[in-house]
Structures are given as structure tokens and as C-alpha cells.
């Protein structure tokens, strides 16, 4: 007798990760960095890395707080060195990082041309600009416009896990998920086609995402990797776990006057946090 063929996942299951779990069990080298690094370092910030000669593929795993912003602000520098006419392009999940990393980059964010009539315009005419990935299509014809005459492009990929998982999963693509996934592959063939860079950044970056950048555009990633592990931070209990805990009226509500019993088994304060009905709205529970 034939094996009876596994029930389909439903998205509503992969969305909730069921999906994902089986693929990181069945598939952990994707889920991991299997990729071997071209540069790999282990020092508190990221020193100055050098744009692939000829245009290329370029993929920076580095911890929160060594330095990745500054090294993205050279390579603007040194594209623009190679061709004045470079094209910039910082495409994020979320606008809110965006604006921060349009400030810091010294590039134009999307929502700050708009608001005019002229709004399409300024977007078409920027020569460095940052977007959420929902709002590629308002972009990608200068993008096109500027490679067929022989411009290159820097293309920023930031938070590429996060964008690659919103790509597929977040909410605000809507129907046009399609169209925006079909357009960012036609994008990033067409930069590397065109003599550009692309590169990726993560603080703890995967191989799918490097995997799926390499297989649209044909080119193989120029992988840098920094191990560097900070001090651990130091967190001081605001009271003593074994301290005997009264809290305050004034500063808890009605619900502090009675003060609350803590189990010994636990030691811990959440139960008593989650006496407080201004926290508990916020969602701290035992």
C-alpha cells in the first residue's frame, strides 16, 4: 500500500510557524550561517570594508552597536567616488528605522518628499533615498530609468532576516505581495547586471536570506562576519527577590493596599507586578 500523502500546511499555520519549525528541523543549515565568511573578525567594530571591484554581492553579520552604519557610510562614499551619478537605495521593514537610518546615512526618506503635488517628482529625482519594502513600487522606475543610462545603483538592504520574513509574511503587502516579490527580484538582478552593489546587513545574519539574494542575481556573496560578544549587560533587581515586598499605595492603586502573598517556590516579583491593574493592561503577568 502507497503512504497516504501528508495533509498541505494551511497558511494560517505557517504563519504561525508551525511551517517554519518543520523547515528549521528538516532543513537547520539554512536556519543557521552555513555560509563560509570572506572576512572574519572578532574585534568591537566593524572596520572599513571595500566595495567588490566591478559591481557584486555583499553580506555583513555584525552585532548591534559595532559599527555597521558607519561602514555602510563609507561604501556610500566610495560608490559615489566610483560613479558620481550612484544611485542609493535603503530598503527596510519599517519606516520608523528607516528615517533613523536615512538621517544617520545622509539620504532622503520617502515620507519626507511627500505631501506636494510635486511629491512623485522629488521621489524620481532623489539620488539617495530610503523606503519600506511596501513602497518599492513608487521607486523602482527611476531605479530602471537611471541603470538604462548607465548609472549605478547601491542597493542597502537592511535588516535583510526581517525583511525577507516580511516579504513573505507581513500584513500590509496585502494582494500585492506578488507584485512587490516579482518586482524586488527584477530589481536585484538588475543592479548586479548593471555593475552596482547590493549589500545585506544583520546583526546575526542566516543563510536563507544570503541563499535567495545569491540565487535571483547569479552572484555568489562576499560574506563578513563579526564574532564579537560584548560584556554581558548588568541589571540590578529594583528590590531584593527575598526581600519582604510592601508596596506603596500612592504609587500602585487601590490594588497595592492588601499586600500580596509571594510564593517561596518562585521568588519572584512578577506576582506582585501583576497585582498593579495599570500593568496588568500592559500585559505583565506571573
Known amino acids: 500500500m502507497h503512504e497516504r500523502s501528508p495533509k498541505p500546511t494551511s497558511y494560517p499555520i505557517w504563519k504561525r510557524g508551525g511551517f517554519n519549525a518543520y523547515l528549521q528541523g528538516k532543513y537547520p543549515e539554512i536556519f543557521a550561517l552555513s555560509h563560509k565568511p570572506s572576512i572574519e573578525l572578532n574585534q568591537r567594530y566593524l572596520p572599513v570594508l571595500e566595495l567588490p571591484t566591478g559591481g557584486g554581492l555583499m553580506a555583513i553579520s555584525s552585532p548591534m552597536g559595532t559599527g555597521k552604519t558607519e561602514v555602510l557610510k563609507a561604501l556610500i562614499a566610495q560608490a559615489r567616488a566610483i560613479d558620481s551619478g550612484c544611485l542609493v537605495e535603503l530598503i527596510g521593514y519599517r519606516n520608523s528605522l528607516g528615517k ?3 538621517q544617520r546615512l545622509g539620504i532622503d526618506h520617502i515620507h519626507d518628499l511627500q505631501g506636494s503635488s510635486y511629491a512623485q517628482t522629488y521621489i524620481n529625482s532623489s539620488s539617495g533615498l530610503a523606503y519600506c519594502l511596501d513602497s518599492l513600487h513608487r521607486r523602482i522606475g527611476a531605479i530602471q530609468k537611471a541603470i538604462a ?138
Open 100 to 102: 533613523q537610518s536615512a
Open 149 to 286: 543610462q548607465g548609472r549605478r545603483v547601491l542597493l542597502l538592504l537592511d535588516e535583510i532576516d526581517a525583511l525577507m520574513k516580511h516579504l513573505f509574511l507581513g500584513s500590509t503587502l496585502g494582494k500585492r505581495r506578488g507584485d512587490i516579490a516579482l518586482m524586488l527580484c527584477e530589481l536585484l538582478k538588475a543592479v548586479i547586471d548593471g555593475g552596482g552593489w547590493i549589500v545585506a546587513g544583520e546583526a546575526d545574519l542566516l543563510s536563507l536570506p544570503i541563499q535567495f539574494l545569491e540565487q535571483v542575481t547569479g552572484q555568489l556573496a562576499q560574506v563578513t562576519v563579526n564574532r564579537w560578544v560584548g560584556a554581558p549587560w548588568q541589571i540590578e533587581a529594583p528590590i531584593p527577590l527575598n526581600a519582604k515586598m510592601e508596596p506603596s499605595p500612592a504609587l500602585m492603586g487601590k490594588a497595592a493596599i492588601a499586600p500580596p502573598k509571594v510564593s517561596k517556590a518562585r521568588n519572584s516579583i512578577f506576582s506582585f507586578l501583576a497585582g498593579s491593574p495599570a500593568l496588568s493592561r500592559r500585559g505583565v503577568s506571573g
